[in-house]
């Protein structure tokens, strides 16, 4: 594996080095425990087309193998109190759950719902992917973000509440570990890269939960960087990988962009 080359490096109000290379090598070259939180996004291994230096075709045990040594790098770079979220579908995230329950503490499956509209082979709808939350010990930051209550256009709440309506349009719902409020980014008029993106809304809470101003985010998947933007906006130092060009491209772009914003920042 070569070395990851530094595309752009902004220093100021956005703290971002955004690498291009292979992901496993990025976090290789980093010092250990020297993130506070780890986002994994990683390809599905469903044979989808990423770019010409991608490999989202593996046989199964080679992906297995190979998630392993990268879930073992991210362990090694996660400082203690440190967060990681692992994005991946039920069946591996069974698998790659257990592998890590040996080295952090598990704190939540958050269920992801994800509708697709069709039904794969002989199984039930499958309707969410895992969102599986580590802590390298006790979590230096926990926060629970709290969700407005959702009203249709005929003015009246889409839930009773249970008689605590009063409460929680004052102080909110408490998020759980079931997102049902979160759609895929696939128009695209609405990505910045040809291959699906994680949802702004999913990597914006993953950055409310576990994230803080002055900590240091480290993204191996960045893809087109809805991860890197949520940082970006709470003031974390930011070391990113993608394997894609065009996907680093698109993040140089969309951090230009927010710095253009300050109403964003």
Request: glycine share 10%.
């Amino acid at each position: 594996m070569t070395c990851p080359r530094l595309c752009r490096r902004f220093t100021g109000k956005i703290n971002a080095r955004l690498y291009t290379g292979d992901a496993l090598a990025f976090l290789d070259g980093l010092r250990a425990g020297t993130a506070d939180l780890i986002l994994l996004d990683p390809p599905f291994n469903l044979g989808k087309k990423y770019g010409p230096r991608a490999n989202d075709r593996m046989l199964e045990g080679d992906y297995e193998e190979w998630m392993v040594r990268l879930l073992n790098a991210a362990v090694r770079v996660l400082a203690e109190g440190g967060s990681l979220y692992l994005y991946h579908l039920p069946a591996w995230a069974i698998v790659f759950g257990a592998h890590l329950k040996g080295h952090l503490r598990f704190q939540h499956w958050i269920a992801v719902s994800m509708k697709n509209g069709f039904v794969r082979g002989r199984r039930l709808y499958p309707a969410h992917y895992g969102l599986l939350f580590f802590t390298k010990g006790n979590p230096t930051i926990l926060n629970r973000p709290k969700l407005a209550v959702e009203y249709c256009q005929c003015g009246r709440t889409r839930k009773s509440y249970g008689g605590y309506l009063s409460i929680v349009q004052k102080k909110g719902l408490n998020l759980s570990d079931f997102w049902d409020d979160v759609s895929p980014v696939r128009h695209r008029r609405l990505k910045r890269r040809t291959a699906n993106e994680l949802p702004r809304t999913v990597t914006d809470r993953i950055v409310a939960i576990s994230g803080g101003a002055g900590k240091t985010y480290i993204d191996p998947f960045a893809g087109a960087g809805s991860g890197i933007l949520a940082a970006a906006r709470a003031g974390m130092r930011i070391q990113a990988c993608d394997i894609v060009r065009a996907n680093v491209a698109a993040q140089i772009t969309a951090l230009e962009a927010l710095l253009n914003d300050p109403g964003e920042m």
